[in-house]
C-alpha cells in the first residue's frame, strides 16, 4: 500500500503570537503577567477550534518572553523563521512602542488583537500599531472587543474570538498555498480560457509554483506499468464493489461492449491512481526501480485536460476527478486531492481555496442554467416555493463533482459535507450508494468511460465561487452564498433530460437580498456570473473568501455576505468607508500582490 503520509512532509504552518509589553520597568512588570495570559488564551482558542488538513489541531507558538523592543521582536522572528510560522498575531494588553515592536514580514499575514479595557488600554497600542503598518505599506487586520472588560479578566469576548478564527483560517489558507505548486497535465481544452496557466498569477499572488505534464505521460505510465500494481488490484475490487453501473444512454450502435467497458474500468482505475503519484509522489515506484516517477510534483492541486485529444480515443477522466475530488476512496477517509476537469486551473484555485477554509471537499460544476419560477411552472406545471421561489440555478458537470456532493452525510441529521475525519464508514456507503456511474455519450466522449450520475440532496448551506482573471484589473473574486434545494422527483427529472441526465446534478438557490443590484434576483447572479464553471463548498463561507482575497490582494468583485461581517485589513477603510466595494479594488491596486 502506498504511504501518503509524506503529502506534507514539511509540516504545516504554524500560528505565531506576539504578546507586547511597554518596555518601562513598572508597567512592563505590571503587564507581563497578564499579556501572556491573554497570548495563552488565544493559543488555545485557535487550537481548540481550527485544524490542518489532516485533521491535527493548528499548532500555536507563543514567544517565550514579551516584547518590548527591537532586540526582541528580532529574536521573536528569528525563531518563528525556524518554527515555520506562516500567520502572526499580536496580542497586547495596553500602551507598547509601535515603531521598535512590530513584525515588518510583508508576506506574512497579520493582525493584532488589543485588550478592551481602560486601565491600560491595549486599543491604544492597536491604534498607533495599526496606523504604522499603514503608513509603511504594511497592511494588518485590526481586532478590537466592542465592550469594555474588567483588567482581571482573561476570557476572550465572543466577537474578538470570532474575528480571531476567521483570520486566522483565511491566514492559514494562504500559508498552505506558499510553496506548493498547481500541476497542469496536458492544455487548453476546448477552446476554455480557464485553462490557460498564468504563472505570474500563480507565482505573485498565490506564492505558487507551476508544472507541466503532457498527457502522454498518463498513457506512458498506463502502458509500461509505472504504478502501485498491489494497490491497483485493491482500487479495481473496490469498484467493482461499491461502484454502481448505471443504465448506457446511448443507442443500441453506439454502445460499447462490456469487455471494452471492463477495460476501460481498469484504464481510469489506472488514471487516478497516476495522476495521484504526479501531483504527491509515491515511493513505492521507487522500489520498482521507477526512481525519477516516484517524485511527484509536490502540487496540492493539478488539472486533467481531457477534451478532445484524450477522451476521442481513450475513457474520460470523470472516474479519477471524482474519486480524488471526494474525501474517501480505496484507503479509507483522506484527504480529498484537488483536480480541475478540463484543467481549469482557476476553478482550481477556487476550490483550493473553500478546501483549506473548510477542509472539506468540492463540487466542480458548470452553471449550466438559470431557470425561473415561470419556465419551471411552464415546463412542468410546478411552482417554486421557499428558497427557490426566486428561481434555481442548475449546476452540472460531466462527473468530476466530489461524491461528498451527494448530501448523503449528515451533521444533526442534516445534509452537510464534512472534513474527512469526521466522515463513518456507512456516510461513504452512502455516498456511494446515491451514485451511479453512467457510461458516457460517444457523441461527447468517444473514448467511453464512466461519469457520476447524483443528485446533490436539498437544504444544504453552500458557498459558490470563482476566481477570474480580467485584463487591466488582475485576477478578482466572486461568490454566492445560498442552499442546495429539493424539487420534485418528477419536477427534476423534467428539467435534468432537457441538459445531460446521466450527469451530477446540484440545485441551487443564492440568498437573496432585496435592493441589491445583483442579489435581489437569481437570474443577475448568473447574468453576472463570470465564468462558466464554478465551484460550490459547504457552509456559508463568504465572510471567510473576502477575508482571504483580502490576504491575497484579490478584489471581490460580487458576493452577498453582510458588511458587517467583512474583516480585511484596516488600511481598507482609508481607501473609502461608504463603498466597501470599490475601497476593496482600490486596497488590491495600491498594495499590490502579496509575494509582488
Known sequence: MADLAHRYERGFPKIGIRPIIDRRKLVKAATKEMTMELAQEAARLLSANLRYPDGTPVVCVVNDVCISGLKEA?????????????????????????????????????????????????????????????????????????????????????DAADKLLRFTRAGLAAALLRGKSYLSIGSVSMGIAGCIVDDDFYQRYLGMKNAYVDMTEVSRRIERGIYDEEEFGRALAWVKEKCIEGADPNPDAL????????????????????????????????????????????????????????????????????????????????????????????????????????????????????????????????????????????????GPAALDGTGEMTRDGLPAMKPHWEITEEEVDRCLAATSWRPTYMDQFAGGGHSTDFLTRGGMPVTMARVNLVEGVGPVLQLAEGYTVDLPEDVHAALDERTTPTWPTTWFAPRLVPGDPVFDDTYTVMEHWGSNHCVVSYGHIGEDLVTLASILRIPVNMHNVDAKRLLRPSAWSAFGTKDPEGADYRACAAYGPLYK
Open 74 to 158: 528580532a529574536d521573536c522572528a528569528d525563531k518563528f523563521a525556524k518554527e515555520n510560522v506562516g500567520v502572526l498575531l499580536t496580542v497586547a494588553s495596553g500602551w507598547c512602542y509601535p515603531l521598535e515592536t512590530m513584525e515588518t514580514d510583508s508576506r506574512l499575514p497579520h493582525a493584532v488583537w488589543g485588550f478592551n479595557g481602560t486601565e491600560r488600554p491595549g486599543a491604544v497600542y492597536m491604534g498607533a500599531l495599526h496606523a504604522a503598518h499603514n503608513q509603511k505599506g504594511l497592511p494588518v487586520f485590526k481586532i478590537y472587543g466592542r465592550h469594555i472588560q474588567d483588567i482581571g479578566e482573561r476570557t476572550i469576548p465572543a
Open 255 to 398: 454502445i460499447i461492449p462490456e469487455a471494452q467497458k471492463a477495460q476501460n474500468w481498469e484504464t481510469v482505475v489506472k488514471m487516478a491512481l497516476i495522476v495521484r503519484d504526479l501531483m504527491i509522489g509515491n515511493q513505492r515506484l521507487a522500489e520498482r526501480g521507477f526512481e525519477e516517477e516516484a517524485y511527484g510534483y509536490n502540487a496540492i492541486a493539478s488539472g486533467f485536460q481531457g477534451q478532445r485529444e484524450w477522451t476521442d480515443h481513450l475513457p474520460s477522466a470523470d472516474f479519477l476527478e471524482a474519486v480524488l475530488n471526494s474525501s474517501f476512496d480505496w484507503n479509507g477517509t483522506r484527504e480529498p486531492y484537488i483536480v480541475a476537469t478540463e484543467n481549469d486551473n482557476l476553478n482550481a484555485v477556487t476550490m483550493l481555496f473553500q478546501h483549506y477554509l473548510t477542509n472539506t471537499a468540492q463540487i466542480f460544476a458548470d452553471v449550466r442554467a438559470y431557470w425561473s419560477h415561470e419556465a419551471v411552472e411552464r415546463v412542468t406545471g410546478h411552482r417554486l416555493e421557499g428558497r427557490a421561489a426566486g428561481g434555481v440555478l442548475h449546476l452540472i458537470n460531466s
